[in-house]
């Protein structure tokens, strides 16, 4: 039997509107090499100046993650060279970075949860991004000098399962926090998986394996489980030491596995050094103070949804997954209606229709449609049944509730005259039951509502069937 130990290096894109070192535009899908200059083209004599916001930006995630803001932090330079990266190194932080150890905490669908450590979290910039065509390459160098924030967990997740939690719970976090949009389709959320395996009981860590930027969760956890199994069988071959090297792989989504790119580098094969064009990064009190005024996150949120509204751990932690669906789900809540049904409505029902790709911002039905039709259910407009057909309805088109109620003709009858009359003509035509209810077959109410709500043509309200009939047959 084996252990798998994993750990994570995340790269967040920083939303600032200029690069790290110089004033260009960070937009992403601009014309490929506008949004340059000297600096980050890495031409002579050009210096590079600190991003104050990208520093902000770091305290905020050191704040979320309970981590050490360490007030002297130093930039060094990272040799290595690629053609998207102009200067032939990056500016980056090695010794001592801007945020220290820190903790996440992953919640498991039983209710149990595990802290998983981050050993650090650094500014970089990034380097460009380069296309390869049949028979040659290009560079396009927009994105060179973008802010990062690399996070580096500590080795301490032992499954495919516990790496998509913690990411999911960080890319949550630094949505939440408004640090980075995180859109992994963009590469502004992208991570590099290090994997190995030992023995159970085993407490050495052994030759690791780096899977490069990753940036779609399905395909990580797909990469992770090949990679273990391959190690698994290496070792069980018994050629463990020969095909699991510390090296770089790239996973392939056609065939599902991993292969070979590069040998891994130790840092020493970067020869780190202080930036000699870059002051040491000093972070005041009055900067931490500022900077770690953070909006609500995640885990504390989902706290409050159970205290206040009365929703389950589970269904508040679906909710408090995202940003997004947290505020849709608050929104739905300022019109009034319960938390309970506010969750079924959200999580079961409108999800439920959901296509593929979709999801609470894309959604056809607003916050506050659903909300408003949620409302409709609970004063008696319509029923719960009637209001599944109106949200058929809205997903495909763009009316009111109140149209597509009164449209649909599913307004419910409350009116005692009129169901009186109903449940009299439903009593009077079957009196032989009515005896039987009365002399204690209590079932047969059963029958008596089933007939009025068929009669009513399922207009009228169950509520006030039931308090009506029983007041008629006692």
């Known amino acids: 039997m084996f252990e798998t130990i994993i750990g994570l290096e995340v790269h967040a894109q ?21 949004n340059v200059c000297p600096t980050c083209l890495g031409l002579p004599g050009a210096l590079p100046v600190l991003n104050r916001e990208a520093v902000h930006k770091a305290i905020a995630l050191g704040t979320a993650i309970d981590a050490k803001i360490n007030q002297k932090s130093i930039f060094n ?6 053609p998207d990266l102009p200067t032939g190194y990056q500016i980056s932080q090695f010794e001592v970075p801007v945020v220290g150890f820190g903790k996440i905490v992953i919640d498991f669908p039983d209710g149990s949860s ?31 000098g973008t802010p990062l924030l690399e996070i580096v967990s500590e080795p301490d997740m032992r499954s495919a399962e516990e790496a998509l939690l913690y990411l999911k719970k960080l890319h949550s976090i630094v949505r939440y926090i408004g640090i ?12 590099d998986v290090n994997v190995s395996i030992r023995p159970k009981g085993d407490t050495k860590l052994y030759t690791r394996c780096e899977i490069k930027n990753m940036n779609s969760f399905r395909f990580i956890e797909r990469a992770i489980k090949y990679e273990v199994q391959r190690q698994i069988e290496a ?21 599902g596995e991993t292969r070979s790119m590069r040998g891994k580098e130790d840092a020493a094969d970067y020869r780190y050094f202080p930036d000699p064009d870059l002051l040491p990064l000093i972070i005041t009190d009055e900067m931490i103070e500022e900077f770690s005024k953070i909006p609500e996150l995640p885990d504390a949120k ?154 009513s043509k399922g207009a009228a309200n169950p509520q006030k069937i039931n308090e009506l009939l029983k007041a008629r047959l006692a």
């Open 302 to 455: 989902k706290e409050r949804f159970v205290k206040d509204f009365g929703l389950k751990v589970y269904d508040a932690g679906v909710i408090c997954s995202t940003k997004e669906m947290a505020d849709y789900f608050e929104e739905m809540l300022s019109v009034g209606i319960s938390g309970k049904n506010a969750t079924t409505w959200l999580t079961v029902e409108l999800q439920g229709r959901m296509s593929e790709g979709m999801n609470v911002t894309t959604s056809p039905v607003s916050a506050n449609k659903l909300g408003t039709l949620v409302k409709a259910i609970e004063d008696g407009t319509i029923s719960g049944k009637a209001g599944k057909e109106v949200l058929d309805y809205l997903m495909e088109n763009d009316e009111t509730v109140e149209v597509v109620i009164e449209k649909l003709g599913l307004k419910q009858v409350s009116d005692d005259t009129a169901i009186l009359a109903i449940i009299d003509e439903i009593l009077a035509a079957n009196q032989d039951k009515v005896e039987e209810y009365r002399s204690g077959k209590d079932k047969m109410f059963a029958f008596f509502v089933g007939q009025t709500m068929k009669a």
């Open 180 to 191: 980075s949009d995180a859109n992994m389709q963009e590469g502004s959320f992208r991570c």
């Open 14 to 34: 920083l939303n600032t509107n200029t690069k790290l070192w110089c004033g260009c535009a960070t937009s992403f899908g601009e014309l490929a090499n506008t």
């Open 77 to 82: 330079r990272k040799n290595y060279f690629y």
């Open 114 to 144: 595990k802290t998983i450590g981050v050993t650090r979290a650094h500014l970089e910039n990034d380097a460009g991004k380069n296309t390869h065509e049949k028979d040659y390459s290009k560079v396009d160098l927009n994105r060179a």
């Open 235 to 255: 070792w069980e071959d018994g050629v463990y030491e020969s095909e699991v090297v510390q090296e770089t792989r790239l996973f392939d989504v056609a065939t």
